[in-house]
């Protein structure tokens, strides 16, 4: 995943260079407010000291005017100095120096008493300020605080616009990165042996390109932008209150191995959860799948109860894992953050109510740690709630990677010009599975132009040998060969530009009937498809559609007939100008009509070309140049229909049974 995400780390390392300035933009925030409540607002209870009339934050009281001590320059002349204090919600003029800051303070008949922890009781005479008075003294200020205030503000403003870039282009990267792993992963699936589709079920591969790579893009999205955010803001609050107030620091401090201990306890039991319930996810997405494939059969043999009865079981066990992650979630979850905050600035106030902190400690001081505490609890939060989707994208990313591990056929783009069609089997043994051989010892010759057909029982061999001819699988023992050339030394895309196939099940794809045909190869142009279509006698049937050639196919072509689907794999195969034709039972679910057309272009098609045929109807294969008659992975006879007839052997016993049938149902 990090290789993914370097393919854009301009955008990424941008987006985080916005990061570090947005978090700066905002720590900086409290330290304004930090000064404007010490400096502007509590500071009038610093010394104040009698000066000028023309003095610059110079204010008038009694008859004299008075200047706080932070507004002289050094080397100015002082006068005498005087106090500002607040006693309860009142402020007062005291006329002397030297007074303690802390102690309770108390005023009655002209006096200000301050009694301290020590147990001295100090007395002052003072005078109480009238509101306005209270106006003068702290109007040198206000300048000061509106421009505090505006700065604030353009901060807060400006961190919003670097936050709104970060994440536009951590997103837009992140949608990107799983763009690219779509593209990666279905590519993939192109280039995986047809083997391994027999093993997964279609939903479960739809699940890992669908639902895991959205998954991983929550990764991206929200999960790596909630934790790398997170943890530069968490590292640069604690740097600033280090450099706030070090004891303070310290108390906060203990917060980093609390999380670092809450994520790994946390993924110790989400990480079983979640391999659970996305492999239970790709059971629901596969059964769902063959649940509406096989909906006529379903309905047919009255299977509604007993599917429902499988599908509330996965469903059930689905949502059994998804309440015990989401009761791991509501136990770690941010308001057990707020538990600890809060129990945190109990702590705080109660030591600084005491004294405990030191005098360093003002109420700027307080309030500054209490607002980066609180803005620490933010990135905290949202890295707590993103470790959900974080064992998610993991779990995901584990399944999407293994489907990417998956050992491929390689790729080739290299050309091959179109050979002859001379196909030869020596000793040709094969089994899907170890010590099962489902061909033996096949030894055959194929000339080119000629049609040969294989007949026999079903499991017999005769869909393996053409399997093995494709390529879908590779021979374990023996040789095959077309024009002397043994097919495992071209590759697999070499091998099949000049072979095409029709199945008995033809698949058609979402478009239009001459898309179906071409393809949408570049190669194959309108005229080679209308060509193709005539050579097989279906080019009038479907122009007699609205759309003609360009009418809609939907999947699988459901809304044509068996026979008009046939027709159309069969042009796709005729389109490509193929040197070997493959025909896998292709006229088995055909109306006897419609194989008497296919039957007609047949005659004139196989001319050049190497035509295997696989037939359970013998009556279609009368003319093929040679049979191959299979039982049990071996061939045990073959000739032309007429020899085979001659020797009375099984060929002979299967032809007489189709044929008395036939008669009988005549």
């Keep these: 995943m990090?290789?993914?995400?370097?393919?854009?780390?301009?955008?990424?390392?941008?987006?985080?260079?916005?990061?570090?300035?947005?978090?700066?933009?905002?720590?900086?925030?409290?330290?304004?407010?930090?000064?404007?409540?010490?400096?502007?607002?509590?500071?009038?209870?610093?010394p104040w000291y009698e000066t000028k009339q023309d003095e610059k934050y110079a204010v008038p009281y009694g008859e004299g005017w008075y200047k706080r001590e932070d507004h002289f320059s050094s080397g100015e002349t002082k006068g005498e100095e005087?106090?500002?204090?607040?006693?309860?919600?009142?402020?007062?003029?005291?006329?002397?120096?030297?007074?303690?800051?802390?102690?309770?303070?108390?005023?009655?008949?002209?006096?200000?008493?301050?009694?301290?922890?020590?147990?001295?009781?100090?007395?002052?005479?003072?005078?109480?300020?009238?509101?306005?008075?209270?106006?003068?003294?702290?109007?040198?200020?206000?300048?000061?605080?509106?421009?505090?205030?505006?700065?604030?503000?353009?901060?807060?403003?400006?961190?919003?616009v670097l936050a709104y870039w970060q994440r536009l282009l951590l997103?837009?990267?992140?949608?990107?990165?799983?763009?690219?792993?779509?593209?990666d992963?279905?590519?993939?699936?192109?280039?995986?042996?047809?083997?391994?589709?027999?093993?997964?079920?279609?939903?479960?591969?739809?699940?890992?390109?669908?639902?895991?790579?959205?998954?991983i893009r929550e990764l991206y999205v929200s999960v790596l932008a909630n934790f790398f955010s997170g943890i530069i803001y968490i590292v640069a609050i604690l740097g600033a209150v280090f450099v706030l107030?070090?004891?303070?620091?310290?108390?906060?401090?203990?917060?980093?191995?609390?999380?670092?201990?809450?994520?790994?306890?946390?993924?110790?039991?989400?990480?079983?959860?979640?391999?659970?319930?996305?492999?239970?996810?790709?059971?629901?997405?596969?059964?769902?799948?063959e649940s509406i494939q096989g909906m006529p059969i379903i309905q047919a043999f009255r299977k509604q109860k007993e599917t429902m009865g499988e599908f509330h079981e996965m469903n059930d066990e689905y949502f059994k894992y998804q309440n015990k992650l989401l009761s791991l979630n509501s136990i770690t979850s941010h308001n057990l953050v707020n538990v600890l905050r809060n129990v945190l600035f109990?702590?705080?106030?109660?030591?600084?109510?005491?004294?405990?902190?030191g005098a360093a400690v003002t109420v700027g001081v307080l309030y500054a740690f209490i607002d980066y505490m609180n803005r620490m609890m933010q990135p905290i939060v949202g890295i707590v709630n993103q470790l959900s989707n974080l064992e998610v994208a993991r779990v995901s990313a584990e399944r999407v990677f293994s489907l990417l591990d998956e050992p491929g056929i390689k790729v080739s783009n290299a050309?091959?010009?179109?050979?002859?069609?001379?196909?030869?089997?020596?000793?040709?043994?094969?089994?899907?599975?170890?010590?099962?051989?489902?061909?033996?010892?096949?030894?055959?010759?194929?000339?080119?132009?000629?049609?040969?057909?294989?007949?026999?029982?079903?499991?017999?061999?005769?869909?393996?040998?053409?399997?093995?001819?494709?390529?879908?699988?590779?021979?374990?023992?023996?040789?095959?060969?077309?024009?002397?050339?043994?097919?495992?030394e071209l590759s697999k895309q070499q091998l099949r530009q000049h072979m095409g196939i029709v199945l008995q099940d033809p698949f058609l794809f979402t478009g239009t009937i001459a898309s179906n045909v071409s393809l949408d190869d570049p190669s194959i142009t309108r005229e080679k498809v209308e060509q193709a279509l005539r050579d097989v006698g279906a080019y009038e049937m479907f122009m007699q559609l609205p759309g003609g050639l360009d009418e809609p196919v939907i999947e699988k072509g459901s809304t044509l007939s068996a026979g008009q689907r046939q027709l159309i794999s069969f042009a796709r195969a005729l389109a490509f100008d193929p040197a070997i034709l493959i025909l896998d039972e292709a006229t088995a679910s055909i109306d006897t009509e419609t194989e008497a057309i296919i039957q007609a272009a047949l005659d004139v098609l196989k001319r050049g070309r190497t035509t295997f045929v696989i037939a359970h109807r013998l009556s279609t294969i009368r003319a093929a140049d040679q049979i191959l008659v299979l039982d049990r992975g071996k061939i045990v006879e073959r000739g032309n229909h007429d020899e085979?007839?001659?020797?009375?052997?099984?060929?002979?016993?299967?032809?007489q049974l189709q044929l008395g049938s036939a008669e009988g149902v005549a």
């Design 171 to 183: 997103q837009v990267s992140a949608n990107r990165i799983v763009r690219q792993m779509r593209n």
């Design 82 to 160: 005087v106090r500002i204090l607040q006693s309860g919600r009142s402020y007062y003029f005291v006329d002397a120096a030297d007074i303690p800051n802390t102690g309770k303070r108390t005023f009655a008949d002209g006096v200000l008493t301050i009694a301290r922890e020590d147990g001295t009781v100090l007395g002052y005479p003072a005078a109480k300020l009238t509101k306005d008075e209270v106006y003068d003294f702290y109007k040198p200020e206000f300048r000061s605080i509106f421009l505090l205030a505006i700065t604030y503000i353009g901060l807060l403003l400006l961190g919003g």
């Design 644 to 655: 085979l007839m001659q020797q009375g052997g099984k060929y002979f016993a299967m032809y």
């Design 2 to 46: 990090f290789r993914y995400a370097w393919n854009y780390k301009r955008p990424i390392l941008l987006a985080l260079a916005l990061l570090l300035l947005a978090v700066g933009v905002e720590l900086v925030g409290p330290f304004l407010a930090k000064r404007m409540i010490d400096t502007n607002i509590m500071g009038i209870e610093k």
């Design 346 to 357: 109990m702590a705080v106030v109660w030591m600084f109510a005491g004294d405990w902190l």
């Design 185 to 215: 992963v279905f590519r993939h699936l192109q280039r995986l042996p047809v083997q391994y589709f027999d093993n997964l079920p279609a939903g479960k591969v739809v699940a890992r390109v669908t639902n895991d790579t959205e998954a």
């Design 245 to 289: 107030d070090t004891t303070l620091a310290l108390i906060a401090l203990p917060f980093v191995p609390i999380l670092y201990v809450w994520i790994i306890v946390y993924r110790k039991f989400a990480a079983k959860y979640n391999h659970v319930i996305r492999s239970r996810l790709s059971d629901i997405n596969g059964m769902i799948n």
């Design 415 to 488: 050309k091959l010009e179109r050979y002859k069609g001379n196909v030869e089997f020596k000793e040709v043994s094969f089994a899907y599975k170890p010590g099962e051989d489902v061909l033996k010892n096949i030894s055959f010759t194929a000339k080119q132009g000629e049609t040969v057909a294989l007949v026999g029982h079903t499991g017999s061999g005769k869909s393996s040998i053409l399997n093995l001819l494709f390529r879908f699988y590779d021979v374990e023992r023996g040789t095959i060969s077309i024009d002397d050339i043994d097919v495992r």
